[in-house]
């Protein structure tokens, strides 16, 4: 295989700076499980405040974090309403369907992001017959759509109407702060209307490892008990909740960099003949275009860009995507830019 020279497959390849390595090496620690880790309380200190919760709990992922939520809200036998591209749908291997026990009703959302009236659709009261409906869950950015932003608004009226069936809201936050930095809107105020919200440190946040979810104290409590039963429990995990301390003081307002970097890549995307992509919806580090215009399939672009040109993107739907993070410069995105003209050149002039 040539050299990847520049990988825009996921923000889940951000690496540790030289700074938070050193930071994480020599924090304080102890036994998380017995609550004795204190870099692992400042964490979820700091998340509980920044999210205007009780609580929250540091968990190794953010696969994790949705499986425990919701476990903790769901009994066997009811439902979880979600977008059709939603994480727990797509990439959790089934594992609401086991440790929640609960049936996905999947929402065909535009962009990932349903609307109330489509909510309300699903609603009917108690009855014998049906299950019964128990939590809405939504992906702030989302995810496989392109990292689009559900507008505050709409977010609000959607868990209304789910509270007001009395069902639990939760949000799959991996990308919240990607969501805040690019809107202006304080995480706090996203996270208002949400029984269960968590972030992920291992995507734009650049930590290797970990996720934290926040919720009321007794959800937290409900979390914990979870969290020792699927072995989620850690011990001296103040190493790694070190750098996610790391990563909420200083790799928060830079996402604004990635974001740019998105915009600037997408840009010359739109310039190159044959490839096809829609500017508006790079709202923040995902690109989403496609290849209809070459007559080449996604698949076999990226192929071909990876081989050829030792530039990576994912391909998890009939689109690419490209995701920038703290270890993609601009003249990264420059360069994966040229890069796609000049592959684009050789598929135009029938290269194989
Ligand atoms: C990455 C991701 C997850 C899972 O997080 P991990 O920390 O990789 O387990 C869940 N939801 C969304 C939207 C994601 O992008």
Redo the contacts with the bound molecule.
């Keep these: 295989m040539p050299e990847i020279r520049i990988d825009l497959y996921s923000d889940?390849l951000s690496l540790p700076t030289p700074e938070m390595r050193r930071f994480a090496c020599f924090a304080p620690v102890g036994d998380e499980q017995k609550g004795e880790d204190p870099s692992v309380n400042q964490l979820q200190e700091m998340v509980a405040e920044m999210l205007g919760k009780e609580d929250a709990v540091f968990l190794p992922?953010?696969?994790?974090?949705?499986q425990i939520s919701l476990a903790v809200h769901c009994r066997p036998g009811d439902v979880i309403l979600l977008d059709r591209t939603?994480?727990?749908l797509i990439?959790?291997s089934g594992g609401t369907a086991i440790l929640a026990a609960a049936t996905a009703y999947p929402i065909d959302g535009p962009d990932g992001m349903f609307t109330p009236e489509q909510v309300s659709a699903l609603m009917f009261p108690p009855s014998r017959y049906r299950p019964t409906m128990r939590v809405v869950s939504i992906?702030q950015t989302?995810?496989a759509p392109g990292g689009r932003i559900w507008p505050l608004e709409q977010l609000r009226e959607v868990c209304g109407v789910a509270h007001e069936w009395g069902l639990a809201t939760h949000m799959?936050g991996?990308?919240l702060f990607n969501a805040s930095v690019a809107s202006g809107i304080d995480v706090s105020d996203y996270a208002a209307t949400l029984d269960s919200v968590w972030i992920?440190l291992?995507?734009g946040l650049g930590a290797p490892v970990g996720?934290v979810l926040a919720g009321s104290r007794e959800f937290i409590e409900e979390a914990w008990q979870w969290k020792q039963r699927i072995g989620g429990a850690m011990r001296q995990a103040g190493i790694i909740a070190a750098a996610g301390i790391h990563a909420l003081r200083h790799h928060i307002t830079r996402l604004a960099q990635d974001h740019e970097n998105a915009r600037r890549l997408a840009r010359q995307i739109a310039e190159i003949p044959g490839l096809g992509i829609d500017l508006a919806s790079v709202e923040t580090n995902i690109v989403r275009f496609e290849t209809s215009g070459l007559g080449v399939s996604p698949p076999e672009f990226a192929r071909r860009l990876e081989e050829e040109e030792g530039v990576r993107v994912s391909t998890p739907g009939p689109f690419l995507r490209a995701v920038t993070y703290l270890d993609i410069s601009e003249s990264d995105v420059d360069e994966a830019a040229a890069a796609m003209r000049r592959l684009a050149r050789r598929i135009g002039a029938g290269e194989k």
């Design positions: 889940t992922s953010g696969t994790m974090c949705n939603a994480h727990p990439a959790e992906e989302t995810n799959d991996a990308r992920d291992s995507k996720a």
